[in-house]
């Protein structure tokens, strides 16, 4: 089993930053893939980006592309998600999902591709 924790949400003014990581816990000798998604209210979750076990590929919503970057360490078995520009309609709660692969250049776009979770973290942009 893997568990998901995910820390760094909070409050920003519109054009501010925030940077969200994701600690993954359990079997972490497994290699994971790793997405981050989000979800407005009243809204579907959606995802926003994707990184491979490697970190060699990412994959991004067109609406952060340019503003968020994923990224992830490893050796300290953490994602992280880096926002930048932020606008009132990236208010939302993020969750950080994972799931075990045997391809390094594994990603995915789709919340049914992960069979794990965090308990999600809440973003507010402020206009």
């Known amino acids: 089993q893997v568990q998901l924790l995910e820390s760094g949400g909070g409050l920003v003014q519109a054009g501010g930053s925030l940077k969200l990581s994701c600690a993954a816990q359990?079997?972490?000798?497994?290699?994971?893939?790793m997405g981050w998604f989000r979800q407005a209210p009243g809204k579907e979750r959606r995802f926003v980006a994707a990184i491979s076990w490697s970190g060699g590929i990412t994959n991004y919503a067109e609406s952060v592309k340019g503003r968020f970057t994923i990224s992830r360490d490893n050796a300290k078995n953490t994602v992280y998600l880096q926002m930048d520009s932020l606008k009132s309609e990236d208010t939302a709660v993020y969750y950080c999902a994972g799931d075990i692969t045997y391809r390094d250049s594994r990603v995915a776009k789709t919340s049914s591709e992960y069979a794990y979770w965090g308990q999600g973290t809440q973003v507010t942009v402020s206009s």
């Open positions: 359990g079997r972490t000798d497994m290699r994971l893939y």
